[in-house]
């Protein structure tokens, strides 16, 4: 059975009740794609409200623990609470601007499956890291951080994200061949650390400046299983994304 094609549109700190607006209208389209769209927290119910029924929601971020003195966060109880399904966890801002480490959002992570919530968990390297050659070490050890905090039952509720921070909304984008040969490198990397079915299902999506422009050919991939998208998710491009792989 193939691994069926899932596009996220991370919104990020970005949109109003106008805006969430004019974006649902331009997703009112037929795909097998699954859709995801990682919204503001303070506007998960008024999307879920007016959301196309082929489109799911996730949160952006969410704490390791169900509540406490945690000014600020939000947990995966709430997540569910409020009706979505799915959240972004170790995005690279949230990784480089926040500090999180690989261990915090292993954390996460684990605590968000374990609470019923599905994951988009992010890795990916900085510039410097790509140019000293260290691409796979990063990604690698990110990954393995959450590999050990978790069970290799709940790979089916992970979608990974591979997003090099050099190409997030930069305009650069890894080609095709770069994008393809790390995600090919993780699927077996999974598969020699923990199992050949884990590493065969789970789905590997490329952030990093996808636009209308060159979604088909990144598409077109086999380790490419989708795409994580960040500003342009917020345009009406964003459709010509999601049917990439029609």
């Known amino acids: 059975m193939g691994r069926k094609f899932v596009v996220g549109g991370n919104w990020k700190m970005n949109g ?69 399904k799915w959240v972004i966890l170790g995005h690279s801002e949230r990784r480089n601007i926040f500090n999180e480490t690989d261990v915090l959002v292993a954390e996460k992570v684990a605590h968000a ?42 790979w089916s509720n992970v979608v990974l994200a591979y997003e090099p921070v050099w190409a997030i909304g930069t305009g650069k984008t890894a080609t095709p061949a770069q994008a393809q040969e790390v995600h090919q490198a993780l699927r077996k990397w999974l598969k020699e650390t923990v199992s050949p079915e884990v590493a065969e299902s789970t789905r590997i999506q490329y952030g990093g400046s996808v636009t209308g422009a060159n979604a088909k050919e990144l598409a077109a991939q086999p380790d490419i299983d989708g795409f994580l998208v960040g500003g342009a998710s917020l345009k009406p491009e964003f459709a010509i994304i999601i049917n990439a792989k029609q």
């Open 113 to 154: 499956l374990e609470s019923g919530l599905k994951v988009i968990a992010c890795i990916g390297e900085k510039l410097e890291e790509r140019e000293a050659g260290k691409t796979e070490e990063v990604v690698f050890r990110q990954t393995k951080a959450i590999v050990e905090k978790i069970k290799p039952k709940d």
């Open 16 to 84: 109003d009740k106008k805006q969430i607006l004019e974006i649902l209208q331009n997703l009112k389209i037929s795909t097998d794609t699954e859709v995801i769209l990682g919204v503001p927290a303070l506007y998960i119910e008024y999307v879920i409200s007016n959301l196309p029924p082929n489109v799911q929601v996730a949160a952006q971020n969410c704490y390791k623990v169900p509540n406490g003195a945690f000014t600020g966060e939000i947990s995966p109880a709430m997540i569910k609470d409020v009706g979505a």
